[in-house]
């Protein structure tokens, strides 16, 4: 398991190479939920995702010799431009592997920070190539069962507990299960008896679906979201997810969508599916504790393009 020292050490390799970004009181969103709301602004992250923290924890930690036979990854989008955009800043050669349905915007900005990219027909098969590269000698940065990249994804979570002491419920999104993970090991250290709540689209259930098995197990996708989109988790972020994490929610694609609408006209921030997800949960949580809580919400990310949501919605 991952814990608190874990993510303080990341904290301390990381600084420098990425954005200590905003949280803040969203008046807007308060007003909307009915109950004091504040965000964790990931989505001003470098790359426009929490992504880079874990790329950059990882990748900072390589030997010369790991560094000359460079990384690969696999992606939906997010972590390849965290992936690629470290590398180009360390001058490491970065294989990314993304499945065709992947959004075009990021693979564009994956090429353009240096990356190699490799396209699969699908998500499945990324994975696979994904670890054929790796026997070949080039070092797995992998999205959520590296407990480095873990630890360095959880640096949101030790940010929002310094930062907003008051919160007594955080919602989180999940797609592999690192980000939720390191915020809830964070936080529950920082802030004994917070709650912290998983968020997913009914399309892409892997978490859960692998706490209704007991264990990780394969899951067929079909949402729109993406960069949610994981085939199975990892048996480090499930440990985690089942022992610290409160429940996990589970909102339609349109629900996601219509979130993505409301934090732009509410909080005024442009946010992806994978953060616009929150706000429908957001309004269960306060159904579930009453209207006395005070909400922490993970914007992880904020790379939609407009002609994407407009044919969404």
Known sequence: ?????????????????????PTLP?????????????AKLELLQLGGS???????????TLTDAERAAGVVAVSGGNH????????????????????????ARSVEATRAAGAEVRLTDDVVAAFTLMEELQRDGLTNVHPFADPVVLAGQGT????????????????VSIGGGALISGVAVALTALRPGIRVWGVETEGARTM??????????????SSIVTTLGVPKTAQLPYDIVSTLVTDVLLVSDSEAVQGVVELAEHAKVWAEPAAGCLLPAARRVLDKVGPDARLGLVLCGGNAAFRDVVAWT
């Open 1 to 21: 398991m991952v814990d608190i020292r874990d993510i303080e050490a990341a904290a301390e390799r990381i600084a420098g190479h990425v954005l200590r970004t």
């Open 26 to 38: 969203s008046p807007g969103l308060s007003a909307l939920l009915g109950a004091p709301v504040t």
């Open 50 to 60: 929490f992504k880079v923290r874990g790329a950059a924890a990882k990748m900072l």
């Open 80 to 103: 390849a431009i965290a992936v690629a955009l470290m590398a180009q800043a360390l001058k490491i050669h970065a294989t990314v592997v993304m499945p065709k349905a992947a959004p």
């Open 156 to 171: 949101v979570g030790l940010e929002l507990g310094e930062d907003a002491s008051e919160l007594t419920d955080v919602l």
């Open 208 to 221: 859960s679906d692998a706490l209704a098995a007991g264990g990780p197990v394969p899951t067929k996708l």
